[in-house]
């Protein structure tokens, strides 16, 4: 359950926060900001959210939704959407593999995810060097075809996705049809359908975001033709299984999506200190140096894949190496591109 302040002064304490998150947002005056809710969703948001939009200016609007997912069949809804220049969701259900987020972002509506506690938010406020990295990864990314994954623990794995764009989160969305997550620091392509091959390790300490757990004994995953194939290892291992069987849906164990984190302010230990409160899912999935794949659902814009099953089973993991083409990006967790590195100064060679 998130942490709610039980007093209206916390949304106001959060109203300069949100103006800066907004202006990096480049919502203008005149503009239409609508913020998106549920019936669990955080007020001190939403007082803040509307504040910080009209202090520029803006017009801010609120929708509350009940806790299901009936709302995405509503046109009323996603016309409200579609009509928006900046969606603001704060939802504690899925919204972003929907045919409503989609048809909004065709319409050229920028939409922004926020799910973390205010202190999360804040310790990883958007800056431009994650920004650069996030430019820097796209251009790597973009550049090949093919990515190699390789670990100590045993994995062994490539995929293929030729044709495909390159998403970037940085932590703001500032330009139509772009969608993006605040707090966020993360590359990510959805691979070919069928183009995964190779075993998956996930090894002590990764992440398994779904179950709010930290892997303590290894899990074996053999991929063939872009999915999983056989699942093994001990109790983490039985967990992951049941986890994927909940849908009954063979398409769960397709690949969605895999990239990096680049994001050095987030905290490895957060997801456990913080998951009954909805907080430290960030901090995991952009983690510097990370390798974050995932299964199931991936038809989203800007990853433009073709899964469109009601699952989304997010992985990071530490200590993986890996390789866009023949171009080393990580090696065992640390970048070997010096643009990425911590130490990286901007006209240096």
Not at 149 to 157: N, P
Not at 182 to 187: L, Y
Request: glycine content about 10%.
């Amino acid at each position: 359950m998130r942490r709610v302040p039980n007093t209206s002064a916390a949304g106001a304490e959060l109203v300069p926060l949100f103006r800066d998150q907004l202006l990096l947002c480049d919502v203008k005056p005149g503009e239409t900001v609508l913020g998106f809710t549920d019936t669990m969703s955080n007020d001190a948001y939403t007082t803040a959210l509307g504040a910080a939009a009209r202090v520029l200016g803006a017009t801010f609007f609120q929708i509350v939704v009940s806790g299901d997912e009936d709302w995405m069949k509503s046109e009323a809804i996603i016309d409200a959407w579609k009509g928006s220049d900046l969606v603001v969701g704060m939802l504690t259900t899925g919204w972003i593999y929907s045919d409503a987020h989609n048809a909004a972002l065709d319409a050229g509506a920028r939409t922004l995810m926020i799910e973390e506690p205010e202190d999360i938010l804040a310790r990883m406020f958007p800056t431009t060097e994650i920004r650069r990295r996030a430019e820097v990864s796209q251009r790597l990314m973009e550049a090949g075809t093919t990515l190699r994954l390789e670990s100590e623990a045993g994995t062994d794995l490539t995929l293929s996705y030729e044709g495909r764009p390159v998403g970037i989160q940085y932590g703001y969305s500032d330009t139509p049809g772009r969608w993006d997550h605040w707090p966020s620091g993360q590359v990510a392509v959805a691979p070919l359908e069928h183009s995964a091959e190779g075993t998956l390790v996930l090894d002590e300490a990764d992440c398994m975001i779904n179950l709010g757990r930290y892997v303590m004994s290894p899990i074996r995953l053999e991929i063939r033709e872009g999915s999983i194939v056989s699942i093994d290892g001990a109790a983490d291992a039985r967990l992951a299984k049941d986890y994927f069987e909940l849908p009954r849906d063979a398409r769960s164990y397709g690949v969605s999506h895999i990239g990096w984190g680049y994001e050095h302010r987030a905290n490895w230990n957060a997801l456990g200190l913080r998951f009954w409160e909805g907080g430290g899912v960030m901090d995991v999935e952009s983690y510097y140096g990370n390798m974050l794949i995932a299964f199931g659902a991936n038809y989203m814009r800007g990853l433009d894949g073709e899964n469109r099953v009601p699952f989304h089973f997010d992985i990071p993991t530490l200590n993986h190496s890996i390789w866009v083409d023949d171009t080393q990006i990580i090696d065992r967790g640390n970048f070997v591109i010096p643009e990425l590195q911590l130490d990286y100064q901007e006209g240096s060679d």
